[in-house]
Structures are given as structure tokens and as C-alpha cells.
């Protein structure tokens, strides 16, 4: 089947000229350090494992690290509950480790980014069991505590959620009152609003610099700071609360202090995880000559097909589209991240096409050229440059502390909802990301040769770095080559940005221009073959550079034909 996409609208256009600093130039590699590679066969991802791939990600072209946290941690929440952000989380490594990775990472040329994770600590770091010990504790006020409320006081202080279900309070009987915890109890959120809290974030943060990390992905940085006097909020089921904290106008403060303090007395990258940021306030946080964030990821992508962060639905390319073409447009002094998968995201060759298709390869390959042609810090998490995909669990055998409560959860409030439940964890939860590193089809996958803390996808046995190293039309050498020819092009990295056919629901269209240099991208985003009248571009007779197919066709035409997942990209002169 075909069909005819329209004519042209309207021309979504972004600007060109950008001030130079070297995460614009960078594409950063996500390591999710659990799941990448196990050096002594305890079953868990490692630093000296990770030291083992270096090569490895060298030769993909990658040029920064981003790594998801390695301290000291009780592992409530895989390690994004720190005990002691100065140290290596034993079943990671040493320090000595850590500092053997670097020095390997900056040898090759690639940068490290390291994980803060400040919005809370975990329940066993030092402050906090010196906090929680006594109402006059010097550490009482680095955490956020309340009486309960109602008229026995047995209430929680406010009716905010925990991201994790239920309340995000919890009562402690060592003082009678109750601490915030917007993630998991054992996730106590600091309190910001207490100068000698940013004081410990500085000093962690220069501490790392010293050791020579090149910058921070800020972890839940848009939920710092609380509005006075802690209101109730309106919102969902298990977002209650949202309007008193993200991006509560505290912050900016909080963000300019750190950074005056530490991250822009170094040569550094800031990213921060913000949720609440899109294209339409960005410049409140990440214009360059505020000092706040270099770059956020948002999460506006992340919800187009899913309601409410949860529940899996259709993706509607036009709004797929306007999402990235949005960031594509902000001023020059805003620069965007690109990025499809991490650690807390589904694989996006299962989310946003047929996975088990005959056209799963091309399908991963579309989607890589779809992010990899725009302008912005692209992220490959580890193991999308082979097309990894969800993996099926069984209800035991989900690890993630949400994925645990969400079941926990159902089974005690709605247990006719098991099996919708069931439906929608298989599509949503983050476990699907967190299945080892598919190094091999051996029965570990060559993650390591004993029992992994989690399942392997059985699909190892045929998506694999091995066999997709030997193959030159895979998925990896397909990424390898798309890698080089962005890190070697000026036009795709800083060029400017032009959208044709905004509301087509198959194809993404657009060009990229720099000087006298232009290219034009198109991705059919269809398992369908699809045509394109794109009388709009005057490009014809634009020579073909890269393509998912062996064989598209060499010359633009006014006339194409796209093939099922089919994506193209043509260059010319202007
Ligand atoms: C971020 C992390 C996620 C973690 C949460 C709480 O969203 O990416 O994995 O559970 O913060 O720290
Ligand atoms: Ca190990």
C-alpha cells in the first residue's frame, strides 16, 4: 500500500550560528554500569568491566561517556540512592578502578560525564541518620521534615505522591515526624533551601573535577526546591504535588550558586534531567549567559505515546515531529539534547515501530538517522547502537523498584487490573532497558559467565555486537557510519534546520544548512511504503550520502518512493 502525503503547509525553520563549547560537538554513549559488562563473574556490571569496552566505544566514534551513578549505595533504586558520593559502590570497584576508567576514557579522546544525584540521598547516607536522630541534630535541617497533620496529627504533612506510589511522606518515631520522599522512603529529598546543602553539592561536584570529570547529568534536578510552606496539590495519581516543585522559581538561584561556585569554574557540561522543560520555557533554565544548565533532556518526547508516563499509546508522528522540530528552533543560546532511549525509557525500536518485523533493522537504522541528522547532543544508550528491544518478564522476575510497586500496588488496590497491568509493564517499565549488554550469542551474552543480577534477553542469541562486528549492513556498523559522518560534519552538527510537511504522519522531512552546504533528511516512520511530492525542496539532482537500504535511489527527485522504515539523506549546494 501507498499513500500521498499532501503538499507543503508551512516551513518550520531554526537558526545557525552557535557559540562553540565541546559537548556541541560530542555524541555521548549512556552506560548503565549494571548492565554493561561483568569483569569477575559476580553477576553485576563493573568499572574494570567497563575498562574491558572502552575500545570498543572508541571505535564507535563516540566521544563522551555519559555514566549512570557509581557511588556508594544501598541500592534501593540502582544506585540512584547515594550513601557516600565520594566513594565507589563496592560491587562496582575502587576509586582506583574509577580512576584507571578515566584515564583510559580521556586517552581516546572521550569525556566523562558522572551522574549527581542531589535531589535526595539515601536513607543510609551519614546525614541522614544523623538528621533523622534528633529535632537538634546540626544535620536536622539538610532534610525536609514536618509534624503530620489532621487532628490527631497522624496524617501526612501534605498530600504529595511519591513518584514510586503512595505517599511521598513518611513518618519517623525516633522524632514523631514526618520527612519528604518524592522517590522511595529510602530517598530522602534534601532541603535545598538550607545554604549548607548547596555548600555539600559544591564541594561534591569540585571534589569530582578535581579527579577530572568533565561535567554532571543532574538527576531530577527540576524538583530542587519545594515552595514555602510545602501547599497541597491538585494533579494525578502519583504526580500530586507537581505544581509546588518542578522548576518551583527557587531553583534558579540554587542552580546559579552551584555553578558560580563549581561547575562554571571548569571547562564542564551540565546537563540536567528536567522534567517540566520543553521547547516553550526552555530558555528559562538552559540560555547560555544565565549559568544555570548547559542542556536538558526533556521529557516531552517520552510522553507522546505514553499517557500519563505510563500507559502505552499510539505514537502520532505530527506530534512526535513538532516536539523535536520545537527544540530545533529555540535561539541560537539554547542547545538541545537528542536523545531516544536510556536507562528509564523502553527500547525504541519496540516503542516506536514493529520490533519483530522483517524491517527491524531498517527500522533501527531510520531511527538512528532520525536523531543522529539533527542539531543537539545526541545520546546512544548502550546497546541501541544493535537495536536491543524490550524484553518479555514474567511478574517475578521485574527488578525495578517502580516496576515492584506498581504490581504491588495493583495486587492490593485493584487486583481485577493484574493482567491490564501486566499488558502495560511489559511495554512500559524501565526494566526493558536495564537486560545485560548483548556482547554475544555465548548464554551470558558475554555479559559475564555466571547468573546476571537480571534476565538476558533470549534475543542475544541473534542481536549481538559479535555477529553485527562481522556483518557490514548491521545495525552497529550502520550506527558506526552515521557516527563518523556526523562527527565529521560541520552542516549536520550546527547547520540550520528547516521542516517540510510538519503534518505528515509517515515521513519526517528536513534539511540542514551551513554555508553553501546543504542536506535533506527523510525518515518514513511507516512499516508501509509511502510517497513523497516534495516539489517544495528544489534539491533535485541532490546526491545520495547515506541510506538504510542497499540500494535507494541516487538522485533526488521531485517524485520519491519510500520503502517501509526507509530513510534517506541527500546533499546538494545552495
Ligand atoms: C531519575 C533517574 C531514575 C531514578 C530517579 C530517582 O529519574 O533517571 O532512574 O529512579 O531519578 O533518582
Ligand atoms: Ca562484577
Keep these: 500500500m501507498s499513500i500521498n502525503i499532501e503538499k507543503k503547509k508551512n516551513i518550520v525553520q531554526g537558526n545557525c550560528s552557535v557559540k562553540t563549547r565541546w559537548y556541541k560537538d560530542a555524541i555521548f554513549y549512556q552506560i548503565y554500569p549494571r548492565s554493561f559488562q561483568d569483569s569477575n563473574n559476580d553477576g553485576i556490571g563493573d568499572i574494570r568491566g567497563i575498562i574491558q569496552r572502552l575500545d570498543y566505544i572508541k571505535e564507535l566514534g563516540i566521544t563522551a561517556v555519559w555514566l549512570s551513578p557509581v557511588y556508594k549505595t544501598p541500592n534501593d533504586d540502582n544506585g540512584y540512592d547515594i550513601s557516600d558520593y565520594r566513594d565507589i559502590n563496592p560491587e562496582f570497584g575502587t576509586l582506583e578502578d574509577w580512576k584507571e576508567m578515566i584515564k583510559g576514557l580521556h586517552e581516546r579522546g572521550i569525556r566523562l560525564v558522572m551522574d ?29 521534615w514536618r509534624k ?5 496529627g497522624k496524617k501526612p504533612p501534605n498530600n504529595w505522591t511519591s513518584r514510586f506510589t ?15 520522599h518524592l522517590f522511595s522512603e529510602k530517598q530522602p529529598d534534601l532541603n535545598w533551601a538550607n545554604p549548607k546543602v548547596r555548600k555539600e553539592v559544591i564541594d561534591i561536584c569540585n571534589y569530582w573535577f578535581e579527579l577530572g570529570v568533565d561535567g554532571f547529568r543532574c538527576d531530577v534536578i527540576t524538583y530542587i526546591s519545594k515552595a514555602d510552606g ?25 542552580l546559579q550558586e552551584v555553578s558560580a561556585k563549581s561547575w562554571s569554574n571548569y571547562d564542564s ?5 528536567a522534567i ?27 510522553e507522546v505515546d505514553m499517557f500519563a508516563g505510563l500507559i502505552p499509546k499510539k505514537l502520532k508522528l505530527p506530534k512526535f515531529k513538532k516536539i523535536q522540530s520545537s527544540w530545533q528552533c529555540l535561539p541560537n543560546d ?49 546497546g541501541q547502537e544493535i537495536g536491543m528491544t524490550n524484553i518479555r518478564l514474567e511478574e517475578n522476575e521485574y527488578m525495578d523498584i517502580m516496576s515492584i510497586r506498581v504490581f504491588r500496588a495493583v495486587r492490593k488496590y485493584f487486583p481485577p487490573l493484574i493482567l491490564v497491568a501486566k499488558k502495560i509493564m511489559r511495554k512500559r517499565a524501565r526494566d526493558n532497558a536495564r537486560s545485560p549488554m548483548q556482547w554475544s550469542a555465548e548464554s551470558g551474552a558475554g555479559f559475564s559467565n555466571e547468573t546476571p543480577w537480571m534476565k538476558i534477553n533470549p534475543n542475544h542469541a541473534f542481536v549481538n555486537v559479535e555477529m553485527q562486528l562481522k556483518n557490514p549492513s548491521s545495525v552497529l556498523n550502520f550506527y558506526k557510519k552515521l557516527i563518523e559522518f556526523r562527527n565529521n560534519d560541520e552542516t549536520i552538527k550546527y547547520g540550520e534546520f528547516k521542516e517540510y510537511f510538519p503534518r505528515n504522519s509517515s515521513l519526517y522531512v528536513f534539511t540542514r544548512e551551513l554555508k553553501k552546504q546543504r542536506y535533506i533528511v527523510i525518515c518514513n516512520f511507516k512499516e508501509k511504503v509511502v510517497n513523497l511530492n516534495a516539489i517544495d525542496i528544489s534539491a533535485r539532482g541532490a546526491k545520495l550520502v547515506l541510506s538504510n537500504y542497499p540500494n535507494s535511489q541516487e538522485t533526488f527527485t521531485d517524485g520519491m518512493t519510500l520503502r517501509p522504515y526507509e530513510a534517506v539523506i541527500y546533499h546538494d549546494y545552495i
Design 116 to 144: 549527581l544525584v542531589v535531589n535526595h540521598t539515601s536513607d543510609e547516607h551519614n546525614w541522614f541518620c544523623e538528621s533523622r536522630s534528633s529535632k537538634d541534630n546540626p544535620y536536622r535541617d539538610y532534610y525536609i
Design 148 to 152: 503530620g497533620s489532621g487532628n490527631d
Design 166 to 180: 503512595g505517599s511521598a511522606w513518611k513518618y519517623d518515631s525516633v522524632t514523631d515526624e514526618w520527612y519528604l
Design 230 to 254: 510545602l501547599p497541597d496539590g491538585k494533579g494525578r495519581f502519583a504526580v500530586r504535588g507537581d505544581e509546588h516543585f518542578v522548576l518551583e522559581p527557587k531553583i534558579h538561584q540554587y
Design 269 to 273: 557540561m551540565i546537563v540536567g534531567e
Design 276 to 302: 517540566g522543560v520543553n521547547a516553550e520555557n526552555a530558555e528559562i533554565i538552559i540560555k547560555e549567559d544565565l549559568n544555570e544548565l548547559d542542556t536538558a533532556i526533556t521529557f516531552a518526547l517520552s
Design 334 to 382: 539554547c542547545w538541545p539534547t537528542l536523545y531516544y532511549e536510556n536507562h528509564d525509557q523502553p527500547r525504541s525500536i519496540s516503542r516506536y515501530g514493529n520490533a519483530d518485523g522483517i524491517y527491524k533493522k531498517e527500522l533501527a537504522k531510520m531511527l538512528a538517522i532520525s536523531l543522529l541528522t539533527l542539531k543537539g547532543t545526541p545520546y546512544i544508550y548502550q
